[in-house]
């Protein structure tokens, strides 16, 4: 699901137009680190996933529900 999540929040930030540096910033993380994220190969912690919500202006249970109906929808 991490994959999944990753693709969510990606397409999430794209809309907002905002950079990953920007956001990984935000975070106090890398841009590397943040890339992972995105990209599906780091695990992401309920902490995290809230902070960057909230960088991107909407709910954690958002992210998660859009990544869970992408699953269902391959």
């Known amino acids: 699901m991490k994959k999944e999540v990753g693709y969510v ?3 999430l930030r794209k809309e907002q137009q905002l950079k ?3 956001v990984a910033f935000k ?3 890398t841009t590397e680190a943040y890339a992972n994220i995105e990209n ?3 695990d992401i912690n309920t902490n995290k996933l809230s902070m960057i919500s909230l960088i991107l202006g909407t709910k954690a249970s958002v992210i998660l529900f859009l ?3 992408y699953i269902t929808n391959i």
């Open 9 to 11: 929040i990606k397409k």
């Open 20 to 22: 990953q540096q920007y």
């Open 27 to 29: 975070l106090g993380i």
């Open 40 to 42: 599906g190969r780091t």
């Open 67 to 69: 990544a869970e109906t």
